[in-house]
């Protein structure tokens, strides 16, 4: 049982101050404390569930808001266990506190497609438990039979037709101990999980009303902005102040980590003071960084020893061996994050203690960044959560708490930190660059034999936790090349680490982004080089993983695989299995005068059970749109140390009009539920190549994919 | 100066070049209105002038004297704006950030093109950006406000 009374309590005590409610019964936003009647009781069974005596029920999410729909899919776990009645519910955000530590993660973070996995059986027991408590307060009160007692909508019935609403049972709830086992209901008898529900964060999200990190508004509000070399890993040197500060309205300047900020009454006053303090920075070896360097670096960094990260049977004997040997070199550049809210944090010292409300998928980290700065203990320091604007591994890191502790500690005041699009562009933790040598061998009957693959990436957990780094292979770094579904007898994959100056960081769905499109592009270069089809010969491989075989069949079947096209048009095909779901993409593209025109795609997915499939469906059309864009465009570059692109008009995002009609199909499946954030990333890039191929006979190993498509 | 905004006459405190977007969100406080870009290419920041749906973020207010805005939180008294139901009934937002201010894009549509076929749709919502990739809800979104908002209702 993860239950724990202690726990519950800490949080309770830090539980003042939220920013962000919904109430499914004006499906609308309550911001601040509740109103809270002198003679409420509260039933709290645990760190998720709270009931008061005038029947309130509330339901604390413990993971971060950033579009995949946690406000409404965790309250649904919850309730359904707990029979509370869905159109009468308050939804909040979780304070800080140990019990909300996200056991897929260590640390109280939403990523990794984690949120609703990790939360799919303690949400439930949770639930379940309160539920099991009021039903025996109810025993108590009248002498009926637990037998005969039945919960249902946010009441406990007695077989005379009487109706105890939980809130008149909460404070005897409140006396009971809390049970150690729970049974937990069938999934036949789901009557909430599983339905398609409108999400209840919607309506505050098309009135302007919704409370992102940049919309924090609080009493002596302060704007800070900041500016950092344009060099990666470059200094302020000095700066001259002397103009900035004779201007109204600026209140502080101040060096911040790596370069300076500015404290003003507004953000317009404060850019215009950054804009006019000249500076001058210590470029450091960083001026010498450029993408070209990297690639070249990388090339030859291929060609080494790697670090054994996976090594099935013997590759390079088979190889040696072999009748016919296919090699292929694939390149994948850095991508940014950019979300459209661009990082910002508010702090405010006071009262011994730091508050910070911020929109971050890491309430430990940026608890622990602001004890760092500050040296209060953690526990002085209090993390509210506001809405995301977006955070795909962006808002992991903590490098936009800094600025705002670090420039709150100059004034009594609370400071808003604001990034402009440069800053956040140019200084993001982008998806690493990497490149792969990749060898297959065919027997003489065009079977693969064997698949050496080296990959050069640089590492994530280097600088984060270089423990996790285990003889030379960093598992960030090669996730989805290693676990390879493919039943090829000789497997050898290699990790070569090369960092670089470019900060890395988890990028939606991290390797699998880059490692799904090698193994998808070259096993399809293996099909055509053995003369075989690319769908018939992933099914005879995939004997060993049916979730995978099952999904890639449903989509070529969906797309119309084995269709006669017309010339210019093709039809691709790709397959992977990342965090826990298998997913596949065919898609149907025209190639016109070199323009690749993507006429469907179609996206089979296999997450096991499916809590909110409205939801669900939406994370397949965002993840897909993400890698379009990332197949489509981009890419981030860096010259003289420094990233080239600054803002949308030269790091361009997916637009409406090229966004291809999606089919998606959601298969059933009663296991428990898997990751959907991510998973449906991966396979887009390598079923469009594959799809370029089928059309033109082109094999694109590279992303984005050229603007023009011809055989130059 | 003074300007309408959301049909209150209201005095502008900041100085001329502030762009717009930084008067409603800073000055007046609605923070509905997003900054996403700062040179008019995400569509973030959209709100209308008189009719017309702009970047708030790319246009100074000194050109703005006695010009009339309109702003997400303005669009309705009641959040009740054929596009905002429409946008519900589609369940378009994810992250939510650009909603503004693509709603704000679409009901300026909608107003000029009660009838919008997909092409119209996709060149007047191609300046506002949505990295979470609610594209195909919000084309649904459009033609259900579209069509709800010219069945016959009583005027």
């Given at each position: 049982m993860i239950l724990n009374r202690r726990d519950f309590f800490k949080v309770v005590a830090s539980s003042a101050g939220l920013v962000l409610a919904l109430d499914t019964r004006t499906a609308g936003v309550n911001k601040g404390s509740r109103a809270k009647g002198a003679d409420v009781r509260t039933f709290a069974p645990n760190a998720w569930v709270r009931i008061g005596s005038n029947d309130e029920i509330v339901i604390i999410v413990d993971k971060s808001e950033m579009g995949q729909g946690v406000l409404t899919a965790l309250p649904m776990l919850v309730a359904e266990e707990l029979e509370a009645d869905w159109d009468r519910l308050r939804v909040e955000q979780a304070p800080t506190a140990s019990v909300y530590i996200n056991p897929a993660l260590g640390a109280e973070a939403t990523g990794g497609s984690s949120s609703v996995r990790s939360s799919y059986l303690p949400l439930r027991t949770a639930g379940a438990a309160a539920r099991l408590m009021l039903l025996e307060a109810a025993h108590r009160l009248t002498g009926v039979a637990h037998t005969r007692l039945r919960a249902e909508r946010g009441a406990v019935l007695l077989p005379d037709g009487q109706r105890f609403?939980?809130?008149?049972?909460?404070?005897?709830?409140?006396?009971l101990p809390v049970p150690r086992d729970v049974r937990l209901k069938s999934p036949r008898h789901f009557h909430i999980i599983g339905k398609p529900l409108p999400r209840l964060d919607t309506p505050e999200k098309t009135t302007g009303s919704a409370v992102f990190g940049i919309d924090v508004q609080k009493p002596g509000l302060l704007i800070g902005v900041v500016r950092r070399s344009?060099?990666?890993?470059?200094?302020?040197?000095?700066y001259d102040e002397r103009a900035a500060r004779a201007m109204a309205g600026v209140v502080r300047i101040t060096r911040v980590d790596g370069g300076l900020g500015v404290i003003a009454v507004d953000t317009w006053t404060a850019w215009k003071a950054l804009d006019a303090i000249p500076l001058r920075?210590?470029?450091?070896?960083?001026?010498r960084a450029?993408?070209?360097?990297?690639r070249e670096e990388y090339r030859q960094a291929a060609a080494t020893e790697g670090a054994i990260a996976e090594r099935r049977g013997d590759a390079r004997a088979a190889i040696l061996r072999a009748p016919r040997v296919i090699e292929a070199n694939y390149e994948i550049p850095f991508a940014a994050h950019a979300p459209l809210e661009p990082m910002n944090c508010t702090a405010h010292l006071h009262d011994g203690v730091c508050e910070i409300w911020a929109p971050t998928q890491a309430q430990t980290g940026a608890q622990e960044t602001a004890a760092h700065l500050t040296g209060l203990p953690l526990d002085r320091v209090v993390v509210h959560t506001t809405l995301l604007g977006g955070g795909f591994g962006r808002r992991l890191e903590h490098d936009f708490v800094a600025d705002a502790v670090t420039l709150a500690r100059t004034v009594p005041n609370p400071v808003k930190v604001v990034w402009s699009r440069e800053e956040d562009m140019t200084h993001d933790f982008y998806r690493p660059y990497s490149y792969h040598k990749v060898q297959g061998a065919l027997d003489p009957r065009g079977t693969p034999i064997a698949w050496r693959q080296t990959i050069v990436a640089a590492s994530l957990m280097r600088t984060r936790d270089p423990a996790a780094v285990k003889n030379g292979v960093d598992p960030t770094a090669v996730g989805g090349a290693v676990d390879m579904p493919y039943d090829i007898p000789n497997i050898e994959i290699g990790y070569v680490e090369r960092d670089t100056k470019v900060p890395v960081g988890f990028w939606r769905s991290v390797a699998d982004s880059y490692t799904a499109f090698v193994k998808e592009s070259f096993v399809d270069e293996l099909?055509?080089?053995?003369?075989?089809?690319?769908?018939?010969?992933?099914?005879?491989?995939l004997a060993s993983d049916l979730d995978q075989r099952r999904v890639l069949w449903a989509a070529a079947r969906a797309i119309g695989w084995g269709r006669r096209r017309p010339p210019g048009c093709g039809l691709g095909v790709a397959v992977h299995k990342s965090f826990g779901t298998s997913m596949a993409q065919a898609a149907s593209v025209r190639i016109r005068s070199g323009q690749l025109h993507i006429d469907r795609l179609v996206c089979v997915c296999d997450c096991g059970l499916v809590v909110n499939p409205n939801i669900a469906r939406a994370q397949i059309e965002g993840a897909i749109a993400f890698a379009l864009q990332a197949a489509l465009k981009g890419p981030i570059t860096v010259e003289d140390g420094r990233i080239q692109q600054r803002n949308f008009d030269n790091y361009q995002l997916l637009r409406i009009d090229e966004m291809p009609r999606i089919d998606i199909r959601l298969l059933k499946n009663a296991r428990a539920p898997q990751g959907l954030g991510e998973p449906a990333v991966p396979p887009v890039a390598p079923a469009l190549a594959n799809a370029i191929f089928a059309a033109s006979g082109i094999r694109v190993r590279e992303l984005p994919f050229p603007a023009v498509l011809d055989h130059a | 100066m003074r300007m309408v905004i959301n049909g209150i006459d209201r005095e502008v405190r900041s100085s001329p070049d502030t762009p717009l977007l930084w008067v409603i969100r800073d000055e007046w406080g609605l923070t509905g209105t997003k900054y996403g870009c700062g040179i008019g290419v995400c569509g973030a920041c959209t709100v209308h002038l008189d009719a017309a749906p702009i970047r708030s973020c790319a246009v100074p207010i000194g050109s703005l004297a006695g010009r009339r805005v309109t702003t997400i939180e303005g669009l309705s008294p009641d959040g009740q704006h054929p596009v905002q139901k429409a946008w519900v009934a589609e369940d378009v937002p994810q992250c939510g950030y650009c909603q503004s201010g693509q709603i704000m894009s679409a009901a300026a549509l909608l107003a000029r093109r009660p009838h919008p076929t997909n092409r119209d749709i996709d060149t007047a919502m191609s300046g506002n950006l949505c990295r979470c990739g609610t594209y195909a809800?919000?084309?649904r979104a459009i033609r259900r406000a579209g069509k709800d908002a010219h069945d016959p209702q009583p005027s």
């Open positions: 609403l939980y809130g008149a049972l909460a404070q005897a709830a409140a006396q344009a060099v990666l890993g470059g200094r302020l040197r000095d920075w210590e470029e450091g070896d960083g001026a450029s993408t070209r360097a990297i099909a055509h080089a053995a003369s075989r089809d690319p769908l018939v010969l992933r099914r005879d491989l | 809800r919000i084309r």
